[in-house]
């Protein structure tokens, strides 16, 4: 397991202006964003087993993160 955070700003390090202007811009944005976090604050406790779950539960999240992900890069180069 990686243990590693994967923030948005490190996922898309060239895209620092955008995210920031979609932030203030996008009510959708704002909540991929906050829904990704979310997701991927969750698997980064279960992978330093801080809160311990199954490998499937660990993987759905995983899938989910990448959704998320995928929506994210879509809006930014939109």
Do not use: C, W
Not at 25 to 45: C, M
Not at 67 to 77: C, G, H, P, V
């Amino acid at each position: 397991m990686s243990h590693v955070p994967h923030e948005l700003h490190e996922e898309f390090p060239q895209d620092g202006e955008r995210l920031h202007e979609l932030k203030t811009s996008s009510a959708r944005f704002v909540r991929l964003a906050d829904r990704y976090h979310d997701v991927n604050r969750a698997i980064h406790r279960a992978e330093a087993e801080v809160e311990p779950t199954s490998d499937e539960a660990l993987e759905d999240m995983k899938k989910q993160r990448l959704q998320l992900k995928d929506e994210i890069a879509s809006m930014l180069r939109a």
